[in-house]
């Protein structure tokens, strides 16, 4: 059964590619809310039987699939232009099921006839019930990975993964690291703990940021730990 009230608009008709249904979840992370839709079979511990794909984020997928059931159906010239109705009745209406596929969705949708055959008569119980009429549309979409991804990654990229500011503090700190190895391979200095005197900085900080030496020039690398990003904002 359905809450009306919750907001995973497609709860009851989200299945994964292996016919395991998709539920509702969240996570909250630096105080904000994340929603998702998971396959029953990681809820239940049973990884094995998951689908290929199996969680999704729930804003992007639910706007997906009512942006294009809008456009089909505007498309299908239905009687009713269905830009006026909520996304949760939208989906209730014309919706049989979502299956979740790794480089598409296939939205089964209900037929007109359907869907008018009800509205006429939403009292009329069929003695023999039969499944609802269906055609099927297929929207392209790539799922997204959710691997974490940590430490620094040089190779270059399209777009900058960094604000320019947060850019601008790691290229100074590769300068100095670059300065003080420097300075102990020439002699100019003894260890990283005359560095750190120097620097009036702590020793492990500065042992911190040395490796950044090694950086390649030009890099566009992205920032994934807290403690990189912590020692750099001192450097």
């Given at each position: 059964m359905r809450l009306r009230g919750s907001a995973a608009i497609l709860t009851g008709r989200l299945f994964d590619d292996r016919g395991n249904r998709m539920s509702p979840t969240h996570a909250n992370k630096r105080g904000v809310r994340y929603?998702?839709?998971?396959?029953?079979?990681?809820?239940?511990?049973?990884?094995?039987?998951?689908?290929?794909?199996?969680?999704?984020?729930?804003?992007?997928?639910?706007?997906?699939?009512?942006?294009?059931?809008?456009?089909?159906?505007?498309?299908m010239d239905?009687?009713?232009?269905?830009?006026?109705?909520?996304d949760r009745n939208l989906i209730e209406h014309h919706v049989s099921r979502?299956?979740?596929?790794?480089?598409?969705?296939?939205?089964?949708?209900i037929l007109a006839c359907e869907v008018l055959a009800q509205a006429e008569d939403p009292s009329f119980q069929d003695p023999a019930p039969r499944r609802p009429l269906t055609t099927t549309i297929t929207l392209p979409w790539t799922a997204?990975?959710?691997?974490?991804?940590?430490?620094?990654?040089?190779?270059?990229?399209?777009?900058?993964?960094?604000?320019?500011?947060?850019?601008?503090?790691?290229?100074?700190?590769?300068?100095?690291?670059?300065g003080w190895v420097d300075d102990i391979r020439l002699g100019r200095?003894?260890?990283?703990?005359?560095?750190?005197?120097?620097?009036?900085?702590?020793?492990r900080h500065i042992r911190?940021?040395?490796?950044?030496?090694?950086?390649?020039?030009?890099?566009?690398?992205r920032l994934r730990t807290a403690s990189w990003s912590n020692a750099m904002s001192r450097a």
């Open positions: 929603r998702y839709y998971v396959s029953h079979a990681i809820l239940q511990n049973r990884k094995a039987e998951a689908g290929s794909i199996a969680r999704v984020p729930a804003p992007e997928i639910e706007t997906l699939v009512c942006d294009s059931v809008r456009r089909h159906l505007a498309a239905a009687a009713e232009p269905q830009t006026v109705l909520a979502v299956i979740v596929k790794p480089q598409a969705l296939e939205v089964c949708l997204p990975s959710f691997a974490a991804v940590k430490g620094i990654v040089h190779a270059p990229c399209a777009k900058p993964a960094m604000r320019p500011e947060s850019r601008d503090v790691l290229l100074t700190a590769i300068a100095k690291a670059r200095i003894a260890s990283f703990a005359g560095i750190a005197e120097r620097e009036s900085q702590g020793e911190l940021l040395a490796p950044l030496a090694w950086t390649q020039q030009n890099p566009r690398p």
